[in-house]
């Protein structure tokens, strides 16, 4: 899911200054970037991770070979004990680590991510993600060419039969009056029809 980034006005225990977050438990590695200046607006990915170091090569290799040109990736580590973030470093470079001496959660994991992402545009993935070439360059399409959306969300496809939509994110969700969330496509063949944004 891909959001406009907004400052957050209230994250209970945490300070940010200057890029850097401190709190009991918590410490920031930091792994430079490349300079990747265009005028397409910056994205953050973060990649929330929790002793996952099986999933994240699949998943980086996918995200850096991304075809659009503006983008940062963040590796927020729930805490880990497998070496994922041992692994990410020496493997990765491009990528910047947020380390988390225990585990914040997922909602936690991806408020630390957002606190340090310099982008004008924030995706949330998991670590168990594959991702096609282009998902980047239509989402922000999509926000940019319309800026009274909130969010964009792509289409997500069973990992092990890639002619199926996934049953938990699909084609997309929504959400009713009464908080109900709902996903469209669960389960179904891939057959063309959510081809074009709705």
């Known amino acids: 899911m891909l959001l406009p ?12 200054t200057s890029r850097k977050i401190f709190r009991s438990g918590m410490t920031v590695e930091t792994i430079t970037l490349e300079d990747r200046s265009t005028n ?10 929790y002793n996952g170091k099986h999933h994240l090569k699949t998943c980086l290799d996918s995200l850096l070979r991304t075809d659009y040109l503006n ?10 004990s497998d070496g994922s973030v041992e692994f990410v470093a020496e493997n990765y470079p491009k990528v910047k680590i947020l380390r988390l001496e225990k585990n914040i959660y997922t909602a ?11 982008g004008k545009y924030v995706a949330v993935l998991n670590n168990d993600i594959e991702v096609d070439e282009k998902w980047l360059k239509f989402l922000v399409e999509a926000l940019e060419r319309m800026p009274w959306v909130a969010a964009a969300d792509a289409k997500y496809k069973d990992f092990y039969q890639r002619n199926k939509f996934d049953r938990s994110a699909a084609t997309g969700r929504w ?14 063949l891939d057959l063309g029809e959510y081809d074009k944004p709705s």
């Open 71 to 80: 983008f940062e990736i963040i590796l927020v580590d729930n805490g880990s």
């Open 5 to 16: 980034k907004k400052e957050p006005k209230l994250f209970v225990g945490v300070k940010a």
């Open 40 to 49: 397409l607006p910056l994205v953050s990915i973060i990649v929330l991770n």
């Open 175 to 188: 959400i009713d009056y009464f908080g109900n969330n709902y996903t469209r496509g669960a389960g179904k």
């Open 108 to 118: 936690g994991g991806y408020m630390a991510g957002v606190l340090i992402a310099r």
